[in-house]
């Protein structure tokens, strides 16, 4: 074999083995978790899916015209960027795993389904929704849980004032039936703001007739709530939900609970 011929496969040979170190260094250097959560697939979750009512046999029918859920997660990284962690107020508040949530209750821009002039807000207690109409015949849309039977609440009334991490005061008749909220009575000075008090990062106050009703538009981190009726009668949302319609809620605002 000649010195040339030699000389050539010896720089095949090296250059093979540079390449086969070159991938194999690519591959040891990356981070398989996060390769994997970066490309996993989004599968349908019936268990997510809205159930279509039928109607003499002519179904299935959606709620205001819209399309029932499919149980495919929509526009997922946006999702994800509107119920992210965020720092407020001297507080972290905790992502919300909206994956587990059913998609009709994510915060969205609807057509409006009701006739009220724009700022209004609407509760619509039957379908867990809360509607903030807006001017050009569109609303904002966003998921609530809803006080118990029993314990809700419904009519016209107007938002009073509102507040950043609010004190929480339970009534008189609440710390009645759960003598352990004594604790946090007026007459003790409430519970301060914060991540555990029960009105979340943000309330809204409803007042009716010039008096205060006693109940709530309020943040939550019990995200597993949103589409059910459990509260004590307040109208609780996400809190990332709240600080958005907290932030475009301007004036003293009507509201029309159904």
């Given at each position: 074999m000649?010195?040339t011929?030699?000389?050539?496969?010896?720089?095949?040979q090296?250059?093979?083995?540079?390449?086969?170190?070159?991938?194999?260094?690519?591959?040891?250097?990356?981070n398989?978790?996060?390769?994997?959560?970066?490309?996993?697939p989004?599968?349908?979750?019936?268990a997510?899916?809205?159930?279509?009512?039928?109607?003499?046999?002519?179904?299935p029918?959606?709620?205001?015209?819209?399309?029932p859920?499919?149980?495919?997660?929509?526009?997922?990284?946006?999702?994800?960027?509107?119920?992210?962690?965020?720092?407020?107020?001297g507080?972290?508040?905790?992502?919300?795993?909206?994956?587990?949530?059913?998609?009709?209750?994510?915060?969205?821009?609807?057509?409006?389904?009701f006739a009220?002039?724009?700022g209004?807000?609407?509760?619509?207690?039957?379908n867990?929704?809360?509607?903030?109409?807006?001017?050009?015949g569109?609303a904002?849309?966003?998921?609530v849980?809803?006080?118990?039977?029993?314990?809700?609440?419904?009519?016209?009334?107007?938002?009073?004032?509102?507040?950043?991490w609010?004190?929480?005061?339970?009534?008189?008749?609440?710390?009645?039936?759960q003598?352990?909220?004594?604790?946090?009575?007026?007459?003790?000075?409430?519970?301060?703001?914060?991540l555990?008090?029960?009105?979340?990062?943000?309330?809204?106050?409803?007042?009716?007739?010039?008096?205060?009703?006693?109940?709530?538009?309020?943040g939550?981190?019990?995200?597993?709530?949103?589409?059910?009726?459990?509260?004590?009668?307040?109208?609780r949302?996400?809190?990332q939900?709240?600080?958005?319609?907290?932030?475009?809620?301007?004036?003293?605002?009507?509201?029309?609970v159904?």
């Amino acid at each position: 074999m000649t010195d040339t011929a030699l000389s050539r496969r010896r720089f095949l040979q090296f250059s093979g083995l540079a390449m086969a170190t070159g991938l194999a260094g690519c591959t040891s250097s990356m981070n398989t978790d996060r390769f994997r959560e970066e490309t996993r697939p989004y599968f349908r979750n019936p268990a997510l899916e809205g159930r279509p009512e039928y109607i003499d046999g002519r179904g299935p029918i959606s709620i205001y015209g819209q399309t029932p859920p499919s149980g495919l997660l929509p526009e997922s990284s946006r999702y994800a960027s509107i119920y992210a962690s965020v720092s407020d107020g001297g507080y972290q508040v905790p992502a919300v795993p909206y994956q587990q949530i059913d998609p009709r209750f994510y915060r969205q821009e609807v057509e409006s389904p009701f006739a009220e002039k724009p700022g209004t807000i609407i509760v619509d207690t039957g379908n867990r929704f809360l509607y903030l109409i807006q001017s050009n015949g569109s609303a904002m849309r966003y998921g609530v849980g809803i006080g118990r039977q029993g314990f809700a609440w419904s009519g016209r009334g107007v938002i009073q004032w509102k507040q950043a991490w609010p004190k929480w005061t339970p009534p008189d008749e609440m710390v009645a039936r759960q003598p352990e909220l004594v604790k946090y009575s007026g007459a003790n000075g409430g519970m301060p703001g914060g991540l555990n008090n029960p009105l979340g990062a943000r309330a809204l106050y409803i007042f009716q007739n010039g008096e205060d009703t006693l109940y709530r538009l309020h943040g939550s981190p019990e995200w597993k709530s949103i589409g059910k009726a459990v509260s004590s009668g307040c109208v609780r949302m996400l809190n990332q939900d709240v600080m958005d319609l907290y932030d475009r809620v301007k004036g003293k605002a009507p509201i029309l609970v159904i």
